[in-house]
């Protein structure tokens, strides 16, 4: 796994992986990029901001923070999502992520697949196998909760919160009868579908 210290890449000790769940993303690494009130750097260090239009997603290696073939950065909200080979098409299946202290809605990730052509020109476009997550923070989370020390529970100013995203781009795997929401390397740590991924995976076949 490559991380980042300042403008370098340093590669970490062999063993050392990162695999967040959703609300390890939104809870701990996208909420403190996006609080200005925040004095807790990690999120900020190991994760960069990346420009989604500068890149294709085959050339995220070296720039986004790795986990072999699984890619983790941050992006502004409304930026270009076309590049100079392509774009992301979101799919417009939004899936809550809960809290699992006490089940409140905290962040919103979005599904979108990358097509190689001109967004102007669909009918021409060639849909590949790479998927972007795309996590956003969700407004309860900054509306409904008092102050509290409970991770759960945040109070910072909400004035740049609605300003990020946190992507996690991968290739799907379809030629081992895996489903394309797979992203763990390892069979023993498959996670789950969400019945959201499983209908998700009805619409890419019809697409």
């Not at 340093?10 to 009130?37: M, Q, W």
């Not at 097509?115 to 972007?132: L, R």
Request: proline residues 3%; glycine residues 6%; charged residues 20%.
């Amino acid at each position: 796994m490559e991380a980042i210290s300042g403008n370098s890449f340093n590669l970490l000790p062999p063993g050392l992986r990162f695999c967040p769940t959703d609300e390890d993303l939104v809870l701990h690494f996208l909420y403190h990029k996006a609080s200005i009130s925040s004095t807790h750097n990690f999120s900020n260090s190991i994760i960069p901001q990346l420009q989604v239009h500068l890149y294709n997603p085959w050339q995220f290696h070296g720039k986004a923070l790795s986990n072999g073939e699984i890619h983790y950065f941050f992006s502004k909200v409304g930026e270009s999502r076309a590049t100079e080979s392509g774009y992301w098409k979101d799919v417009s299946m939004d899936e809550k992520i809960l809290c699992s202290g006490n089940g409140n809605e905290v962040g919103i990730k979005k599904y979108h697949i990358f097509f190689v052509g001109e967004e102007d020109d669909s009918s021409t476009a060639i849909q590949t196998s790479w998927v972007m997550h795309e996590y956003h923070i969700s407004t309860y989370l900054f509306n409904n909760h008092p102050p509290s020390q409970n991770n759960c529970n945040t109070s910072h100013t909400k004035s740049e919160f609605g300003l990020w995203v946190l992507c996690r781009v991968f290739e799907a795997k379809d030629n081992t009868g895996r489903s394309m929401f797979n992203y763990e390397e390892d069979g023993d740590n498959e996670s789950e579908l969400s019945y959201l991924d499983e209908m998700y995976l009805t619409i890419l076949e019809d697409i």
